[in-house]
């Protein structure tokens, strides 16, 4: 077990080594200052000629959103229609169906969101053409809008008064080719290297050492495994996602995946400090999103190391820890390290199934992504955090009797009003439909929603109810992870879970945006002794008291439901 822990350690210090000198990078190129990529010039001004972008054209914050919103709903009815028609599209060497209607609405929601909740298996669900040209594609222009929203945020946080949030385009397009491209390459050229596949050929018969004739999917899958770790994407070319021994070969992969899929969420933290010159503050954020992510990891490493208690009141001992639905080439500690930052991030990938954690961890993968503020996503986790400020802000001001500031403008009601519906749509989405999954299977188990509703759980009492709350909560959280032990591929989980995802992604990029707008076109106001200062360790403690109280009234009453209720039953 030390060595395991001396990994995770290693792990998250090379995240860190790394992770700095990339933000300093990501915010030179966001200001137009020279890099080592202007070699990349003529080719974006290529891709604005053909595209018809003026990229000095600015934008307020309304014509910001436009943008963006109107180019996602055209690649969600792009993706959408090729995932109905793809058994009729060329690169399916394995004879691949279409998908049915209610399964591509959830399916082109899901990567649109950057999410990536797979209702289907990889391998036999997608053909190697929608794979690339639907899944992949998705990867990487999902990515690139949270960290183009980030960007038109901290365009207004760093003047002191504009309208201006920058040109979406043209941060949309940088965001693909200055970052997300350069990184997926290197990435996919090491999992290669590693053995992850990269062909076209179909499906391979092979000999097992039993004897046993055994068929093994592959196809061009290093290429999308790499932007879906460094995108915080999450979905699997195989079903078993980074438990296949395909998609994560060795220790070496598996390291990787987990670095690559943390560095961009961290990087956007100290890019944050960078761009803004607000070092101290962004050092400040690091310190308390890291605080809260020990706060999950260190319950998580200790529950499945000692295992489970019901066994060691039989006498059974488990030397290795709980190793059900682990692999063993990675152990119990590198799996709960996975498991955590995937789920405090937006990534969802898994190399270990979370059905089978110990209930004290499937709380701390609730938890991660109810708050979905720790590191988070590409760009929305800071975006996250940013409306946990707005409401510390708030009560830290009527606490000394101060008007509220933020980077030097007042904090009014409508400011406030955003961040107060962004976080109540969270909690309403979560236990709202996950109370109406709970009630169909209760008072409505045969009715038909193509599975019936006694049909969806393979366990029953706390656990059973654990795997609802996760999968709207993974929803909500643009994660995408999932307790398999939940049948999903059907028409409620399609459509329900598709509504969660379109509202849960777009309306908290929504808010923090339209609270920027709002706050950067205010006369700026100069610091004074009695301002309060938004850097100082005392605020973001206030902050994390903040996020704590907030998903404590929030969620706690179903978690005690689920994960709480199993924990105790176990005792």
Same mark, same amino acid.
């Given at each position: ?20 000198? /990339? ?66 599209? +060329? ?9 049915? +209607? ?10 649109? %969101? ?15 053409? #929608?794979?690339?040209? =639907? *899944? ?50 290197? &990435?996919? %050229? ?14 391979? #018969?092979? #000999? ?5 004739? %055994? ?6 899958? &290093? ?6 770790? *460094? ?13 296949? @021994? ?34 101290? /503050?962004?050092? %400040? ?73 110990? @209930? ?12 979905? &503020? ?41 400011? =406030? ?33 193509? =599975? ?7 366990? +029953? ?38 509504? =969660? ?10 808010? @923090? ?12 106001? @100069? ?45």
């Amino acid at each position: 077990m030390t060595n395991e822990l001396i990994g995770v350690v290693f792990m998250f210090g090379i995240t860190l080594l790394l992770s700095y000198p /990339l933000g300093k990078y990501i915010a030179k190129f966001f200001n137009g200052e020279k890099t080592f990529t202007d070699f990349l010039n003529p080719f974006e001004r290529f891709i604005y000629r053909i595209s018809g972008i003026d990229p000095n054209e600015k934008m307020n914050w309304k014509q910001f959103l436009k943008a963006m919103l109107t180019i996602n709903l055209l690649w969600l009815v792009y993706a959408f229609f090729l995932l109905i028609f793809q058994d009729k599209l +060329p690169l399916n060497p394995d004879g691949n169906a279409a998908q049915s +209607p209610d399964l591509a609405f959830n399916t082109a929601i899901s990567f649109l %969101v950057n999410c990536n909740l797979q209702h289907y298996s990889g391998e036999t669900g997608l053909t190697y053409f #929608t794979q690339l040209f =639907v *899944i992949t594609f998705l990867q990487f222009v999902s990515a690139a809008t949270g960290i183009a929203a980030l960007a038109g945020v901290l365009n207004g946080l760093k003047e002191k008064t504009t309208e201006n949030l920058g040109n979406f385009w043209t941060l949309f397009i940088k965001s693909i080719t200055r970052l997300l491209l350069p990184l997926s390459i290197i &990435a996919a %050229v090491l999992l290669v290297f590693n053995g992850t596949p990269s062909s076209f050929d179909g499906k391979d #018969t092979i #000999t097992t050492l039993q004897g046993d004739t %055994v068929q093994v999917s592959r196809g061009p899958a &290093a290429a999308m495994i790499a932007i879906k770790h *460094i995108g915080t994407n999450g979905g699997g070319w195989f079903g078993a996602n980074s438990a296949h @021994p395909l998609e994560n070969p060795n220790y070496f992969t598996n390291m990787l995946e987990m670095i690559i899929q943390v560095l961009l969420p961290m990087a956007m933290i100290f890019a944050f400090g960078f761009y803004i010159k607000r070092k101290k /503050l962004a050092r %400040v954020i690091f310190g308390i999103m890291t605080i809260g992510m020990l706060c999950l990891l260190i319950p998580t490493i200790i529950s499945e190391v000692y295992g489970n208690p019901a066994l060691q009141k039989m006498g059974l001992l488990q030397p290795t820890g709980a190793m059900e639905g682990k692999e063993v080439r990675f152990g119990v500690v590198a799996s709960g390290y996975w498991s955590t930052v995937t789920t405090i991030i937006s990534t969802g990938s898994v190399n270990s199934m979370h059905d089978s954690f110990m @209930p004290m961890s499937n709380l701390m993968q609730l938890l991660g992504m109810m708050i979905n &503020a720790f590191y988070g996503g590409c760009g929305v986790g800071i975006l996250n955090y940013l409306i946990y400020i707005i409401i510390a802000v708030f009560i830290s001001g009527l606490m000394v009797g101060r008007t509220p500031e933020f980077m030097g403008h007042k904090v009014e009601a409508r400011e =406030v009003k955003i961040a107060a519906l962004v976080t109540l749509l969270s909690a309403f989405l979560v236990k709202g439909f996950t109370a109406l999954a709970a009630y169909m299977v209760a008072h409505h188990p045969d009715i038909a929603w193509s =599975v019936k509703p006694s049909a969806w759980l393979n366990n +029953p009492s706390y656990h059973g109810f654990s795997e609802m709350l996760y999968e709207f909560t993974s929803a909500n959280a643009n994660n995408g992870s999932g307790m398999e032990g939940l049948g999903d591929n059907n028409i409620f989980w399609n459509i329900t879970t598709g509504i =969660v995802l379109l509202l849960a992604r777009f309306i908290p990029i929504i808010g @923090p945006v339209a609270i920027v707008g709002l706050l950067a076109n205010k006369k700026h106001i @100069p610091e004074s002794p009695g301002t309060l200062r938004t850097d100082s360790w005392t605020f973001g403690m206030m902050t994390f008291a903040v996020i704590i109280v907030i998903n404590a009234l929030s969620f706690f009453p179903a978690l005690a439901l689920g994960p709480i209720a199993e924990y105790f039953s176990l005792k």
